[in-house]
């Protein structure tokens, strides 16, 4: 069942520890219960570091694949759903420039993989440093500091960085050819550079990012004939297939999808979301 959100403390870190390309947020639940809850896909790479006993945490699947403990979700997934019986986890979401340093360049769309699979023992011992943290506040300069390291590794090209940036800042509303004349690169070469590097076209990278704008709005109880205008799509109808081809669902489901439910309290600075008002108060740190 969807889990209730009023028996999980929600924190997210000081504005001092965010950079670029990176969020996070913190989950700990109040007393113990069962969570099954499908994830509606958005622009980032998640990782979600399992916190908990290891009987005790999460387990994700994607179409036939299951994994325990921390996981990577790439872009666009699938079916992904997270079960478990106590959840207290770290959830980051790396945007595709992010991912690709902070992974090395694996091309994580469309998959579910097991962090160690990716890190290896540092995957390990980063957790054991965050089961041991005293709150939130440590967790958060921990994995912060970690991912600094990461971070650092060659970018992508600067031009392919610039499309992602002007994509997102665009709510998915951006020319492919347009951008290509912003870099001076032809369409073929940003396609093929952007494919190459971040895991995913441009134009799905356009569609993938105006979706999840046009979710939010639903979320937000906006009607379904505004959102698709203000979201840029031709009609009710397009707006009505897109969704189904990202989320599985329709408009009215996805409004009332319960993962986007707290995306306000746990994500507060990545979209505007309109008048909703978050379920569960989060903080800046505090106990785990």
């Known amino acids: 069942m969807p889990p209730d959100w009023s028996t999980v403390a929600i924190a997210v870190p000081h504005p001092a520890l965010r950079r670029p390309g990176v969020a996070m947020a913190g989950f700990r639940q109040r007393r113990p219960a069962t969570w099954d809850i499908a994830m509606v896909a958005h622009p980032s790479v998640t990782v979600l570091l399992n916190l908990a006993a290891d009987d005790d945490g999460l387990v994700c ?4 694949s299951r994994r325990c403990g921390s996981v990577v979700a ?13 959840v207290d986890c770290l959830q980051i979401r790396l945007d595709p420039v992010a991912s690709a340093a902070a992974f090395g360049g694996p091309d994580l769309t469309g998959v579910l993989v097991s962090l160690d699979e990716l890190w290896g023992r540092d995957a390990t011992r980063l957790e054991d440093r965050l089961r041991a943290a005293s709150g939130w506040d440590e967790r958060f300069a921990i994995a912060t500091s970690f991912l600094a390291r990461r971070l650092d590794a060659p970018p992508v090209d600067p031009e392919v960085a610039h499309t992602w940036r002007r994509t997102h800042a665009g709510r998915g509303r ?36 105006r979706f999840d704008h046009a979710a939010h709005l639903l979320a937000a109880g906006r009607p379904a004939a505004e959102v698709a205008a203000e979201s ?21 489901a996805v409004a009332a999808a319960p993962w986007l439910a707290i995306d306000d309290t746990a994500w507060p600075a990545s979209v505007n979301r309109g008048d909703r008002r978050p379920h569960t108060p989060a903080t800046n740190g505090g106990s785990p």
């Open 61 to 64: 699947g994607a179409g036939t």
């Open 74 to 86: 790439g872009l666009l997934p699938g079916d992904l759903r997270a079960t478990g019986r106590v």
């Open 174 to 209: 951006v020319s492919v050819e347009g951008l290509a004349e912003e870099v001076g690169w032809s369409r073929k070469r940003l396609w093929s550079r952007f494919r190459g590097q971040l895991g995913i076209s441009p134009k799905r990278a356009a569609r993938l990012v």
């Open 232 to 252: 840029g799509y031709v009609d009710q109808s397009h707006l009505h297939r897109e969704v189904r081809a990202f989320a599985g669902l329709t408009p009215s």
